[in-house]
């Protein structure tokens, strides 16, 4: 198994707290694998392994439990007779309807440290919440960042003479679910391995969790955010696009789709902030896909598809580092996002190429206008620095890697 440090880090500071660690995300986005190197660093750190339960609740094996006292009778008679600590880890619980209500009474019962995983936001509903009373912490993955897709292909031996620029170009092209490099990013078994997951996850997470009928409908509305991605939207928008299609579907009908899709960690709205009067708008957002890579599948890759594809990089790397992000409206300009972290702020622009003046000044003109000292940066794939008045201008991947160039 190939590790994960940035999310192995932020377990860590939980292992041993009183709290139920909740790890969350879309499936086969590394969850299962994360848990598997944690069991690994327990049993390093001479934890016995009896001491040590996990559960893949997709298993055969766990089918047997058909309700939360059965999980929890099954659990308590794994006790270790001396009492010592036990270290519970149930993969994709949300399969056991009522699971919090096991989790609750173990944590109050025996003497464990319990970790979770689940493929749908729902996990974590007000009722969940409650019966934890607190006593919780999320940990969300994502699919891999282009430093660790860098990783991957080196472990694999995927690597053999590209340099950055090309592999960057298969991370757009394949997206960062861990598996496509058990497929073997070179091969074209990578298409149909993401195809699978898409309708995995649309059948498991959406459909029969939300009793959804019309699956043609809930299809076509997918693609249309697939070919509008980086692109303002609404429901509205998205009901004028069926009806042009000889379709029709109310706007109440897609917003409820789109919170499933949303729920099931298949994609991601980004509400629009409005600079000048410090207020969320209600209206109008962007959809970013958690991997793209499966957008790619569908609707096949091409360059007419990069500057969306790239705002869809950068958004899901300002979520791995923390980032709250948001749409910037201003008076007659719009900043790709807005991303925040307690007191600190920061703008980003980002563009294929800034291959003309117009371009230049279509990106940097909006910064301009914002008179605050937070941090404003142009994002492009340009090998030339064309930092300007305090807006520093950045290559994409060197961004994604954390190297800074003078």
């Known amino acids: 198994m190939i590790g994960r440090d940035l999310y192995m880090e ?9 709290v139920v660690k909740v790890i ?12 598997k190197l944690l069991r690994e660093e327990f049993l390093k750190n001479k934890v016995p392994q009896e001491n040590i339960l996990y559960l893949d609740f997709e298993s055969m094996g766990t089918t047997l439990f058909d309700n939360p006292k059965e999980l929890y009778s099954y659990i308590i008679k794994k006790i270790n007779r001396k009492k010592k600590r036990l270290y519970i880890m149930l993969d994709e619980i949300q399969q056991i309807q009522g699971w919090e209500k096991a989790i609750a009474s173990l944590r109050i019962d025996i003497n464990c440290d319990i970790y979770i995983t ?38 694999m031996g995927e690597d053999q003479g590209k340099d950055r620029n090309r592999q960057f170009a298969d991370f757009l092209r394949c997206g960062g679910l861990p598996g496509v490099h058990e497929m073997n990013i070179n091969t074209s078994a990578v298409y149909p391995y993401l195809l699978d997951i898409y309708n995995s996850v649309l059948l498991k997470d959406v459909i029969s969790r939300y ?46 789709y789109l919170e499933a899709l949303e729920s099931a ?59 709250e ?3 910037g409206q201003g008076v007659n300009y719009e900043i790709d996002f807005i991303a925040v972290l307690r007191d600190e702020t920061a703008y980003f622009q980002v563009a294929y190429l800034l291959a003309s003046r117009e371009t230049i000044e279509r990106e940097f003109s909006p910064l301009l206008s914002i ?3 937070f941090p404003k940066y142009v994002l492009s794939l340009d090998e030339i620095n064309f930092s300007r008045q305090g807006i520093v201008h950045l ?12």
Request: zero cysteines; proline letters at 1%.
């Open 265 to 323: 960690f298949l994609v991601h709205k980004v509400i629009r902030w409005n600079i000048r009067g410090k207020r969320v708008l209600e209206t109008l957002e962007k959809y970013y896909f958690e991997d793209f890579g499966v957008r790619n599948a569908i609707l096949g890759y091409s360059e007419d598809s990069i500057s969306g594809l790239l705002e869809n990089v950068v958004y899901l790397e300002l979520r791995r580092r923390g980032y």
């Open 118 to 155: 689940g493929s749908n936001s729902g996990l974590l509903s007000a009722d969940i919440a409650a019966a934890l009373a607190g006593r919780y912490v999320q940990i969300k993955i994502h699919t891999l960042s282009f430093a660790e897709h860098l990783d991957f292909t080196a472990a």
């Open 325 to 327: 992000v948001y749409i």
């Open 395 to 406: 290559n994409i991947r060197d961004w994604l890697l954390n190297v800074k160039r003078p």
């Open 211 to 256: 009793r959804i009928r019309d699956i043609d409908l809930l299809e076509r509305t997918i693609r249309f955010l697939m070919l509008n991605v980086g692109n303002i939207l609404s429901a509205k928008r998205i009901s004028d696009f069926l009806k042009s299609q000889n379709r029709r579907l109310s706007v109440e009908t897609i917003y409820n």
């Open 24 to 35: 969350t995300g879309m499936r086969r986005s590394g969850k299962s694998v994360i848990l």
């Open 10 to 18: 932020k377990i860590r500071i939980f292992v041993d707290k009183p």
């Open 371 to 373: 008179k605050d000292n």
